[in-house]
């Protein structure tokens, strides 16, 4: 595996300026505080993993560092932009894959990364040869004319992630990226998503409740824990805290007073079937 950037020191004190940034932000919904205080920081160029139970506040944070959810409190800052203050520099800077499906099934794969171009404001050759990058970064070349319903999984997700980088955005948020594929495909979207980070620079948050990709992939990772962050720091470092040949799901457990329960209840396997189902 490779060697993650600034091992074996802080990141924050190696680079102080933050690609995202939220100080004591909250959010609540008739009372209910579903995010209490969250301040986070995150420097440019990591792959970095936010974690927690179902219903710890990792939607809620994503949604309102993408701008689609206002803060009831505190400040939110992603590409050097104020999320509240600046939204739509926000979004000509990011890149936003969701759980839901992206992709139209209806179209090519050239087809979708074409309308993606003309709603990122794309325009003559250069789009042109954005979209054929594209086509060639996800590995896309020989389906790229035939209509994505046709597509596995993981070629969905590939190009749904082709078409959130079109624009070369600063940040990418990816919500579950990998939810419902294969290992290979899922080993293929990791090795996407570091060659974004190292080729590009871009840095990449996502969500995940799969403990082997957040060691793996994430160069840092926050714990939440209803709606407040309870650890953060790199896979080793936040193993190191809990003891010896410990591992991941050891950490989550500690910090987030939750079992990890990968039989699921009825709302987690009705989500993840459908998930699996649209991505085949």
């Not at 936010?50 to 689609?68: E, F, Q, R, V």
Request: net charge neutral; hydrophobic share 40%.
């Amino acid at each position: 595996m490779r060697r993650r950037p600034n091992e074996g020191k802080s990141v924050m004190n190696a680079n102080p300026s933050a690609a995202i940034a939220t100080r004591d932000l909250c959010k609540r919904f008739n009372g209910f505080a579903a995010l209490e205080g969250l301040t986070l920081s995150v420097a440019h160029g990591l792959i970095f993993g936010l974690l927690g139970p179902n219903g710890a506040g990792k939607s809620t944070t994503i949604k309102i560092l993408t701008t689609l959810l206002d803060a009831s409190a505190g400040s939110a800052a992603v590409a050097g932009f104020d999320v509240a203050k600046e939204p739509l520099q926000v979004r000509r800077h990011i890149g936003y894959v969701p759980q839901m499906l992206s992709a139209d099934g209806a179209l090519t794969g050239y087809e979708n990364l074409r309308l993606s171009a003309s709603l990122y404001g794309l325009l003559g050759a250069g789009r042109e040869a954005r979209i054929d990058e594209a086509i060639a970064f996800s590995g896309l070349g020989d389906a790229a004319g035939k209509l994505v319903r046709t597509y596995s999984g993981g070629m969905i997700r590939r190009l749904e992630i082709a078409q959130a980088t079109l624009h070369l955005p600063e940040v990418l948020f990816l919500d579950e990226p990998t939810i419902g594929l294969d290992p290979v495909a899922r080993r293929t979207v990791w090795d996407r998503l570091q060659h974004l980070r190292e080729a590009r620079g871009t840095t990449i948050l996502i969500t995940t409740h799969d403990m082997e990709e957040a060691d793996l992939l994430c160069d840092e990772l926050a714990i939440l824990h209803q709606g407040r962050l309870a650890a953060t720091g790199t896979p080793a470092g936040l193993k190191a805290q809990v003891g010896p040949e410990s591992t991941l799901d050891d950490v989550f457990v500690q910090f987030s007073g939750a079992v990890i329960d990968h039989g699921g209840d009825y709302r987690d396997v009705r989500e993840s079937r459908g998930t699996i189902r649209r991505l085949g």
